[in-house]
C-alpha cells in the first residue's frame, strides 16, 4: 500500500479530467448533444413560425437586420433566381439549394415552409457542433448543456436562426473552426483538417476565413501555414 500510495503522489498531476481522453467524433453523437439539437431545431422552427409573412416579400427588404430574406428563400428554392451574392458567399448556393429540394421532394413542402425547416436543421447543427466545442474544452456535460441552453435562449439566437438566413451556415462554419482548434490544443490536429476547415469558412462566407486563417497559423509551421 505504501509504494502504491507513492507511486501515485510521484505521477504528474493531469488537467482537466475532459482532456485525459482522447477526442473521438462520438462527441457530436450523444444523447445530450442530441437532445440540444433538437431543441434548438424545433425553436428556430417555431420562431421563425412566429414572424408574419409579409417579413418574406420584396418589399421588407432589410427590415429584418438587413437581411435580404426574400432572396435567399428564393435561393434556397429556385435554381433560376438571382444568385449575385455568391461573390461573398461563393457556395453558399450551391449547398442550400440542393439541400432545400430534397426536402420538397421528400415532403410536399411550399418553399416558404422548406426555407423554414431548412434553416431548423442547420440551428440544430450548430447546437451540435457548439455542444461538441464545450465537451473538447473539457466542460463536464452539465455545464456543456447548460452553455447550450444558454447559447440558444440567448437575443442572438432568437434575432438570427428565426429567418431563413445564410447567417446560420457562416456561424456553422466558424464554430467548425473553433472546434477544430479545440481539438488541435488537446491532441493535434493534421494540415489536412486545417486545410479543409479553412476552406469551409472561406467558402460560405469569405470574411469568415480569418478564422480559417487565424487556426492555420496558430496551429502550423508558418511555411505550411502560407501554403
Do not use: C
Amino acid at each position: 500500500p505504501l509504494m502504491n500510495s507513492a507511486a501515485v503522489a510521484s505521477s504528474p498531476p493531469t488537467q482537466f479530467a475532459g482532456a485525459a481522453a482522447a477526442w473521438r467524433p462520438a462527441v457530436l453523437l450523444t444523447r445530450t448533444s442530441l437532445a440540444l439539437a433538437a431543441a434548438a431545431a424545433l425553436l428556430s422552427f417555431w420562431l421563425s413560425g412566429r414572424l408574419g409573412a409579409e417579413l418574406f416579400q420584396a418589399y421588407a427588404a432589410d427590415v429584418w437586420s438587413q437581411a435580404d430574406l426574400q432572396r435567399v428563400i428564393e435561393n434556397m428554392t429556385d435554381a433560376g433566381s438571382n444568385h449575385y451574392r455568391n461573390k461573398v458567399h461563393p457556395i453558399a448556393s450551391l449547398l442550400v439549394y440542393p439541400f432545400t429540394k430534397l426536402l420538397q421532394v421528400l415532403l410536399p413542402l411550399p418553399d416558404l415552409l422548406a426555407a423554414r425547416a431548412a434553416s431548423a436543421i442547420w440551428a440544430g447543427l450548430w447546437a451540435l457542433v457548439l455542444h461538441a466545442l464545450m465537451v473538447t474544452l473539457g466542460l463536464g456535460p452539465l455545464a456543456a448543456a447548460a452553455f447550450v441552453l444558454l447559447a440558444i435562449s440567448s437575443g442572438s439566437f432568437v434575432m438570427f436562426f428565426s429567418v431563413p438566413e445564410l447567417y446560420h451556415l457562416g456561424s456553422l462554419s466558424m464554430m467548425a473552426v473553433l472546434l477544430g482548434a479545440a481539438v488541435a490544443a488537446r491532441q493535434g490536429i493534421g494540415e489536412r483538417a486545417v486545410l479543409g476547415l479553412g476552406i469551409g469558412s472561406l467558402a460560405i462566407t469569405t470574411t469568415n476565413w480569418m478564422a480559417g486563417l487565424a487556426l492555420a497559423f496558430s496551429h502550423l509551421p508558418w511555411r505550411s501555414a502560407l501554403r
